[in-house]
C-alpha cells in the first residue's frame, strides 16, 4: 500500500507541472495474456510448452492525460489499470503414453491480477480537427492483486477425475508470485474526439513466479482498448517568446538574447547595482545610477565618498567628517583634544608643558619601565611606550639635556657587569638619537655594581639594583 502511495503521489506531482489542465479518461477492454517461460526441463519444447495457451481476459481502468509541450502534440499518460493474467494448460496422451503415465488428459489454469501504474509519453498526429492518431509507449508496475491455480486430472487406470484449486499468494517461496511486476508497454490508435480505441501490448521484464524448478517466467499481453475521456481538454496557455528565458518575453526585454532580471529591463546586472551593463561604466563594481553605475568618487582618497566627507578635497577622518586635524604645536595631540593647542606637551599631561618637578616625575616613570632581556643589552618590546613618551619629552623641551645611567646587581664578573651596564645605557641613546633627538643633549654611562641601593644578599635586592636612571639637567 505504502508503493502505490508513493506511485500516485509522484504522478500527481509531475501532472502538476503539465502545460495546461489534466484529461481524465476510463478505459478497458480485452485481452489475451501468455507466460514466457524459460527452463531446462528435458523434452519441454517438443513435448510440454505446445500445451499452454493464452488466458483471455479483460483490463479496464482510468488514464490521465497531461500536456507535456505547448504544442499540444506530445502528451503524460500516467495510469491505474486491472489486469487479468495468466495461461492455460492442456495435454491428452495417447493411450500407449496413458497407460504408462496413468493420465489420459491433464489441464491446469494459472491466473494471477493485478493493480498496474502504465507511465507513457504519447505522441498525436492530427488528421483533421477532431482526429488524431495516437502513438504512446512507457514502462509500467504492477503490483500482484490475487491469483488462482487450478487443475485437472482425468486418471487412465479407474477412468476418473482429480481436481485440485488453490490461491496463489505473494512471496519469494516457491509456488509463490512476486509482490511486483515490471515491464514496458505501447499502445497505438485513433482518438476521435472524446473517444479514443487503442490496440495494446505489454511486455515483463522481471522474473514474477519461484517454480520448484529452476525457471523464469515473464508476462505477455496483447489486446485492445476502448476508452472515453471524461472531460474537455483546456487549452495550454501560450506563453510569449522568451528567446533568452529569462522570464521577460522579448517584447519587454531590451537584451532579448541575454539573460537578466525585470529590474533593468531583461539585461544582465553583473554587480547587482540596478544599473544594465549595457548602461554601467563600472559593470563589475557595484554603483548608483547617478554616477551611472559606478561607486560614488572619493576624490581625496580618506576612505569616505565625496558625499559624505564634508572636505571632499582634503584627506581626513571618518569620524571627524573627512576634514584632517590640526596640531598647531606640534607636540603629538590634535587641537581637538590637546589642552594646550599652541603650547608643545606630552600626551600624559594632556598637551600641555611640563613643569620642573612634573618633567622629573615623567623621567622617573620612564626609567622604571625600560627593561632588557637577561644579560642582553637588547631593549625589551613593554619598553618602547615609556622611551617614546620620553622622545616627546624631550622633543618639546629643546633645552633639557639627559644622562642615561645603567646598573647591575653585584653577581657575576664585576668587569663584566659594567660592560653589560655601559652597553644597556648606550642602547637607550641609540634609540633616542635614531628617533630625533641631537647626540649632543644625551650621554651614557654605565656603573656596573658600583651604585646599589639595596641589598645584594637577597634575589629581590638584586633586582632592584639592576635598573636604568635618567638624569635631566636644564641648559
Known amino acids: 500500500m505504502k508503493k502505490i502511495c508513493s506511485i500516485l503521489i509522484a504522478l500527481g506531482s509531475m501532472i502538476s507541472l503539465s502545460h495546461a489542465q489534466p484529461r481524465i479518461g476510463i478505459l478497458g477492454g480485452p485481452q489475451s495474456s501468455s507466460v514466457l517461460e524459460k527452463n531446462n526441463i528435458p523434452g519441454w519444447d517438443a513435448g510440454i510448452k505446445p500445451g499452454y495457451s493464452p488466458r483471455p481476459g479483460l483490463h479496464a481502468g482510468v488514464l490521465v492525460e497531461a500536456p507535456l509541450s505547448a504544442s499540444g502534440d506530445w502528451f503524460l499518460q500516467p495510469g491505474i489499470l486491472y489486469q487479468a493474467k495468466g495461461r492455460k494448460f492442456s495435454l491428452r496422451n495417447d493411450e500407449a503414453t496413458a497407460i504408462v503415465s496413468d493420465t489420459l488428459f491433464a489441464s491446469q489454469q494459472f491466473f494471477t491480477n493485478y493493480i498496474e501504474f502504465p507511465l507513457n509519453v504519447t505522441y498525436k498526429i492530427p488528421l483533421n480537427e477532431k482526429v488524431r492518431i495516437m502513438l504512446s509507449a512507457g514502462p509500467y508496475i504492477g503490483f500482484f492483486y490475487n491469483g488462482k491455480q487450478k487443475s485437472e486430472t482425468r486418471i487412465y487406470s479407474s ?35 472524446s473517444v479514443f480505441l487503442t490496440a495494446y501490448a505489454s511486455r515483463g521484464l522481471t522474473n514474477f513466479y519461484t517454480a520448484p524448478y529452476d525457471a523464469s517466467f515473464k508476462h505477455q499481453v496483447i489486446g485492445a482498448s476502448l476508452g472515453l475521456w471524461l472531460n474537455k481538454p483546456t487549452a495550454a496557455i501560450r ?59 572619493d576624490s581625496d582618497n580618506d576612505g569616505l565618498n565625496d558625499e559624505e566627507d564634508e572636505c571632499p578635497n582634503e584627506p581626513g577622518l571618518k569620524q571627524y567628517g573627512g576634514c584632517p586635524l590640526r596640531d598647531t604645536d606640534g607636540d603629538g595631540l590634535d587641537d581637538n583634544i590637546d589642552k594646550c593647542p599652541t603650547e608643545a606637551g606630552p600626551a600624559s599631561n594632556k598637551g600641555c608643558p611640563l613643569t620642573k618637578n612634573d618633567l622629573i616625575d615623567q623621567v622617573n616613570y620612564a626609567a622604571k619601565n625600560i627593561l632588557f ?11 618602547y611606550v615609556s622611551l617614546n613618551e620620553l622622545i616627546v619629552l624631550l622633543s618639546t623641551n629643546s633645552t633639557l639635556h639627559l644622562t642615561i645611567e645603567g646598573h647591575t646587581d653585584a653577581t657575576g664578573s664585576a668587569k663584566l657587569n659594567k660592560q653589560l651596564s655601559q652597553r644597556r645605557a648606550e642602547s637607550v641613546l641609540r634609540y633616542l638619537v635614531e628617533k630625533g633627538i641631537e647626540r649632543s643633549r644625551l650621554k651614557a654611562i654605565g656603573y656596573g655594581s658600583e651604585r646599589p641601593i639595596a641589598s645584594n644578599s637577597a634575589k629581590e635586592g638584586q633586582a632592584i639594583n639592576r635598573r636604568v636612571e635618567l638624569k635631566l639637567e636644564d641648559h
Open 159 to 193: 477412468n476418473s477425475y482429480k481436481n485440485d484449486e488453490f490461491s496463489l499468494e505473494a512471496g519469494r517461496d516457491e509456488e509463490k508470485v512476486r509482490t511486483t511486476d515490471a515491464g514496458v508497454n505501447a499502445r497505438a490508435g485513433v482518438e476521435i474526439g
Open 373 to 383: 632581556n637577561v644579560n642582553s643589552d637588547v631593549i625589551s618590546d613593554a619598553s
Open 239 to 297: 506563453q510569449p517568446k522568451d528567446s533568452d528565458k529569462d522570464g521577460i518575453p522579448d517584447a519587454l526585454d531590451e537584451c532579448p538574447t541575454l539573460p537578466g532580471i525585470a529590474a533593468t529591463q531583461g539585461c544582465p546586472d553583473r554587480d547587482g547595482d540596478g544599473v544594465a551593463d549595457i548602461r554601467d561604466k563600472c559593470p563589475d563594481i557595484a554603483g548608483t545610477s547617478k554616477y551611472d553605475g559606478c561607486p560614488v568618487p
